[in-house]
């Protein structure tokens, strides 16, 4: 019994542990705030056209349901 638990445990133990997860964990989430970041910085410097703010913001918020949605799909 207890053989089948360390079993178990150590099956989750490696797959938390490799660097795939890590770098999903880490790495995607600082480029997608360095992309927003300077996306809504550019924006704020460009305020006189509004329409072209709401249609690239529009287009990211599309982009990261789309990126997500394929993602979730292709690894679980």
Not at 43 to 62: F, G, N, S, V
Request: hydrophobic share 55%.
């Amino acid at each position: 019994m207890i053989s089948r638990i360390k079993a178990i445990f150590l099956h989750y133990f490696y797959e938390i542990a490799r660097l795939d997860i890590i770098s999903d964990l880490f790495f995607w989430p600082v480029i997608d705030i360095l992309t927003w970041g300077l996306t809504i910085v550019w924006i704020q410097q460009h305020e006189h056209d509004p329409q072209l703010a709401r249609l690239i913001l529009t287009a990211l918020i599309l982009f990261q349901i789309f990126t997500r949605g394929a993602y979730d799909i292709a690894v679980h």
